[in-house]
């Protein structure tokens, strides 16, 4: 008998009695079943195609030539970069997946838009085109424009942290705990438990905890000047976040005085997700689900590098007045004036366009089931990778990946640096290189829980083909993984060392002295 996969998959099932809907696409592709061979039964797309992963809603007018570089080059370039894949250069990368930010492929509608740049110093056209934008899809009274995501933050805390304050999150991004901590306040995480378990199948990874918030408030009365959401949670792998759970921390939000900003970095992806997986919003448009979800809240910062689909650009909109007096002084001294704010007028102008086009439901199942498809490939053929699949890039857990290289040896670069000399694919690192560190206390280095490598994929600028290289290769790096061996650092900076640091291979003879 030949079964369907989502028949045979785990109930995705949250607390709360949200579970993935029969509209969702992604069921079969989150809960794949190895064993099973035939293809899936075809799902319905939103406009009736019958896909499982509906192909690129776009044509190609401009291309891009890559430069296709031999093996013994790139294994001359890795090896001067001293196995570090920031070193290399881009023009030597036959598929770059170390970001999704900034690197998004605008539409020939941003392009035209550019030439209505309206480049006056004070009330450009093109800010009030923005302006109106992020009202309509956002609803936020206040926009101020600012040249990328960190500058919002910036600009948010600066105003209204105090040193001893703290600020819950589900997992602040490192730019954003970072302008926390340079207020010399606190970030605290508060993902829910199966946020932070690379095997849990909970639709919604990203939820923030409201028991855990509810305790860190009564906690710290009077120390949390605002409770900030991640939609998606980039640093939890680009898992979404419910309305419910949104809903819940509002609640505690009230209850204690405290108000709520989003990080909508990746809004629209999250709102596609609500749409797919949580019951009652199928029937919804994803800019419906973007208001009912931003009415919970009482602003945002955005980096319009990820959903703008824009190369640059980003902005911070609230409802209250006074801070936003108090943001805009800052914002002058340090980013421009108000209706510019470190942008030019054609910046803003792709950056409005960008965001009505990202809510385009056609380009938003292609791009959620691209990547979920790379993730498919992967996870079909054994290889390990984090379960459900994000909205923006593919984790693959190093440590299952290559468990005979320990985590002091840097399995997950090892990893990274092999996938770019065997295939030339560009991933990153997220595990010990960037992450472990010596415990002040005791003295001894602490290792991150997660060894992963990042495979992000850019918005509208790889084909299915080129994924399919990737996952091809990937799966070929896997089958031979037994030859990979682990790294030891020759060189690194003080702070941040994944940038910059130097690494070379451990030989055979020393891992048998080793162990
Ligand atoms: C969730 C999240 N917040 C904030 C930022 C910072 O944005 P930017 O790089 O535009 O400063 C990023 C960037 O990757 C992000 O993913």
């Known amino acids: 008998m030949v079964v369907h996969r989502a028949e045979q998959a785990p109930a995705l099932t949250a607390p709360g009695g949200m579970g993935l809907t029969a509209r969702c696409p992604l069921a079969s592709a989150i809960a794949i079943l190895p064993e099973v061979h035939s293809p899936a039964a075809p799902n319905e797309h939103p406009r009736g195609f019958p896909m499982r992963f509906p192909a690129e809603p776009f044509r190609i007018k401009v291309v891009e030539p890559i430069r296709r570089v031999s093996r013994e080059e790139r294994e001359k370039l890795i090896r001067e970069a001293g196995l570090n894949i920031f070193a290399v250069p881009a023009d030597s990368i036959y598929v770059d997946l170390l970001t999704d930010s900034g690197t998004s492929a605008m539409s020939d509608n941003q392009w035209a838009g ?306 770019y000399r065997d295939y030339g694919i560009r991933a990153v690192e997220v595990g010990s290189l960037m992450f472990a560190h010596r415990d002040a206390h005791s003295g001894e280095v602490a290792y991150p829980r997660l060894e992963l490598v990042r495979l992000a994929v850019p918005r509208r600028v790889y084909t299915t083909e080129h994924m399919r290289y990737v996952a091809e290769s990937v799966i070929e790096l896997h089958r031979q993984r037994a030859r990979l061996k682990g790294l030891r650092i020759t060189w690194e900076a003080p702070v941040l060392r994944h940038f910059t640091a130097r690494l070379e291979e451990i030989t055979d003879r020393e891992v048998g002295t080793a162990r």
């Open 114 to 419: 550019l030439m209505l740049g309206d480049e006056s110093y004070s009330g450009s056209r093109n800010y009030f085109h923005f302006e109106k934008t992020v009202r309509e899809i956002f609803g936020f009274e206040h926009v101020i424009p600012t040249h990328q995501g960190r500058v919002a933050e910036n600009l948010l805390f600066s105003t209204l942290l105090k040193p001893g304050d703290v600020v819950p999150n589900n997992i602040h991004f490192d730019t954003t705990r970072a302008n926390v901590e340079h207020q010399q306040a606190e970030a605290a995480d508060l993902v829910i438990d199966e946020g932070l378990d690379p095997t849990s199948l909970h639709p919604f990874k990203g939820d923030l905890d409201p028991g855990k918030l509810d305790r860190l408030l009564t906690e710290k009365k009077g120390r949390v000047p605002l409770v900030m959401i991640t939609v998606t949670n980039n640093s939890g792998g680009g898992q979404p976040v419910s309305i419910a759970n949104v809903r819940q921390v509002r609640e505690v939000c009230r209850r204690h005085g405290v108000p709520l900003i989003f990080d909508a970095c990746r809004f629209a992806e999250n709102c596609y997700f609500i749409q797919q997986r949580e019951s009652g919003y199928a029937n919804k448009s994803v800019a419906e689900i973007a208001r009912e979800l931003f009415s919970h809240g009482d602003g945002c910062t955005m980096s319009a590098k990820k959903d703008g689909l824009v190369n640059i650009g980003g902005f911070l909109a609230l409802n209250n007045a006074e801070w936003v007096s108090a943001i805009t002084n800052l914002l002058i001294l340090i980013e421009g004036f108000p209706t510019y704010g470190g942008l030019a007028g054609r910046d803003l102008e792709a950056m409005a366009r960008g965001l009505r086009e990202v809510l385009d439901e056609d380009y938003l199942a292609f791009r959620i089931g691209q990547v979920a498809h790379l993730g498919e490939m992967l996870d079909q053929a054994g290889v390990p990778i984090v379960k459900p699949v994000g909205g923006h890039a593919v984790y693959v857990d190093a440590k299952r990946f290559l468990p005979q290289i320990p985590q002091s040896q840097f399995p997950g670069q090892a990893l990274v640096a092999a996938l």
